[in-house]
């Protein structure tokens, strides 16, 4: 079994209190927060910054340059759907496609929920 070991770290406590905030929110603590950002980087090996109560937002970032982000993300995502949307319709329109029953397709959406739970 892997020792405990403690973390000191400077921040800004305006900073800290707020964060506290939204992990309190959250239903964590801190201690709990650092070792979850800890465990992803070690598993991702990158710097995630996924938790949020609200869209993420960066704390160095103006509010132009969020609503010029949001912006872009939301028309990217609308091409995407769209193209998507476009190689469905050809599958669908192929002789060659296979058709899967809707139980057959919700059990096999349900399996790779609880795979990914698991992780």
Known sequence: MAKD??????M???????????IEQLGLNMTVVINMLFRQI????AI????S????????EDQA????D???RKAIHSEYINAELDKSMLKANDPNT???????MRERLARRREERSRV
């Open 53 to 60: 109560l609200s869209t993420p937002i960066g704390v160095l």
């Open 70 to 72: 949001r912006a872009f």
């Open 65 to 68: 340059t969020v609503k010029a």
């Open 48 to 51: 995630p910054l996924s938790l």
């Open 12 to 22: 800004d406590s305006e900073l800290k209190e707020s964060a506290e905030n939204v």
């Open 5 to 10: 070991t403690s973390l000191s770290i400077r």
């Open 98 to 104: 296979r058709w899967i029953p809707q139980s057959e």
């Open 42 to 45: 070690v598993r991702e090996q």
